[in-house]
């Protein structure tokens, strides 16, 4: 059974920095890709970043050059590293894993994800 369990969430000031970690068990990182999407109020989800299994990464213009997504294959652990935060970020955070047989995939997109976290909250005030 997969687990995904996020932390790090929080409320800081705009330009202020969080990381945020997901937790992963009854998944590998060579099962396939993972990722990182926001849900701000009344709003869709969005993809914010993603990393392959071979270690490939993809960003959303909205968070490129800000966002560093990462992981730690001995803690089973992904990571979202978050600097120079805006208002506009403040959003309800999940990781998400997909299974792939391809080692280069890597999405943003919400229905290439099969098992989702419960999300953590992050709030930038300005």
């Known amino acids: 059974q997969v687990r995904l369990v996020e932390s790090g969430g929080g409320s800081v000031q705009s330009g202020g920095s969080l990381r945020l970690s997901c937790a992963a068990s009854g998944y590998t990182f060579s099962n396939g890709y993972m990722g990182w999407f926001r849900q701000p109020p009344g709003r869709e989800r969005e993809g914010v970043a993603s990393?392959?299994?071979?270690?490939?990464?993809i960003y959303a213009d909205s968070v490129k050059g800000r966002f560093t997504i990462s992981r730690d294959n001995a803690r089973n652990t992904l990571y979202l590293q978050m600097n120079s935060l805006k208002p506009e970020d403040t959003a309800m955070y999940y990781c998400?894993?997909?299974?792939?047989?391809?080692?280069?995939?890597?999405?943003?997109?919400?229905?290439?994800?099969?098992?989702w976290g419960q999300g953590t909250q992050v709030t930038v005030s300005s």
């Open positions: 990393i392959s299994v071979n270690g490939d990464t």
């Open positions: 998400a894993a997909a299974f792939s047989v391809s080692s280069l995939t890597m999405s943003l997109d919400v229905m290439s994800y099969v098992y």
